[in-house]
C-alpha cells in the first residue's frame, strides 16, 4: 500500500515522506493498537518468521526439504515451550513487592510473561495520576509520565479511565489491547483507587503455566519416533 501510494502520486523524492517511513516502528502500531498481535507489529512480523526458521530453511530449500525442515522447526519450538512451562512451575521469580496483583499474576502467569508485567509494575513508582474529571461512575485521570524517544526525554501527559463498577481501567496507549500486557498508568490508576486484585478480564488464558498451549499436541514426525527433548 505504501508503494502504491508513492507511485501514484509520484512521491519519491519527498523528503518528508521518506522519514516518516525510515520512522515507521515509531508510529505505524498507532493504528494497530486495538488488534490483538502478542506484541508482534507489521514491522517486524517478517524477522520473526525468519528467525523460526532460521537454521532449518532458506531461500533456496526445495518443497519437499521445506516440509522435512519445517518439522523439525515446531519440534524445537515445541521443545522449548515445554522447557519454558517446565521452569515456570520450578522456578518462582521473586515479587518486588507484597501487591495482591503482583503474587496473581506471579501465581498464574509464566515467568517470561510475569517478567513483562513486573516491569509495567515496577513503572508506576514514577507515576502519580491526578483526578481530571468524573462523569457518573467513570473517573478520568491524569497521568504524567516522562518517554525515551531516540536521544531525548519528553514529558506527555496520558489519560485514564476508571469505572467504579467493575474496576476496569481503560488507557488509550492499547498495550493491553495489542500485547495482552496492563500498562504501569493503568496499575497506577488502580492503585489510586485501592483496588488489590486484579479483573479476570486483564487475565489471559494463553499466558498461563496451567494451560497447555495447543500447538504443543500438533502430531509430527518425530511423535512417531519417540524423541523426548531436554530441557
Known amino acids: 500500500m505504501w508503494d502504491q501510494l508513492i507511485s501514484t502520486y509520484n512521491l519519491h523524492e519527498n523528503v518528508w515522506l521518506q522519514s516518516l517511513y525510515i520512522e515507521r516502528e515509531h508510529w505505524v502500531s498507532t493504528f494497530l493498537k486495538n488488534v490483538f498481535w502478542t506484541g508482534m507489529s507489521t514491522t517486524h512480523q517478517s524477522k520473526s518468521m525468519n528467525a523460526f526458521f532460521y537454521g532449518y530453511a532458506h531461500a533456496k530449500t526445495n518443497l519437499k526439504e521445506f516440509v522435512d525442515r519445517y518439522d523439525n522447526a515446531l519440534k524445537k519450538k515445541i521443545e522449548n515451550e515445554n522447557c519454558a512451562d517446565f521452569q515456570s512451575f520450578n522456578v518462582t521469580i521473586p515479587c518486588i513487592s507484597k501487591s495482591p496483583i503482583k ?129
Open 103 to 231: 503474587k496473581r499474576y506471579q501465581d498464574l502467569y509464566t515467568n517470561a510473561k510475569f517478567r513483562e508485567v513486573q516491569h509495567q509494575l515496577f513503572g508506576i513508582i514514577d507515576l502519580d495520576p491526578v483526578l481530571h474529571k468524573v462523569d457518573a461512575s467513570v473517573k478520568t485521570y491524569l497521568v504524567e509520565d516522562e518517554v525515551r524517544v531516540e536521544y531525548f526525554t519528553k514529558l506527555v501527559t496520558h489519560s485514564v479511565d476508571f469505572s467504579e463498577e467493575d474496576a476496569v481501567a481503560k488507557y488509550s496507549c492499547g498495550l493491553f489491547e495489542m500485547r495482552g500486557i496492563v500498562c504501569q498508568h493503568i496499575f497506577a490508576v488502580l492503585k489510586c483507587n485501592g483496588i488489590k486484585t486484579i479483573p479476570n478480564r486483564n487475565i489471559l488464558d494463553r499466558c498461563r503455566k496451567d494451560i497447555k498451549r495447543r500447538y504443543t499436541l500438533i502430531l509430527s514426525t518425530y511423535d512417531a519416533g519417540g524423541s523426548t527433548g531436554k530441557c
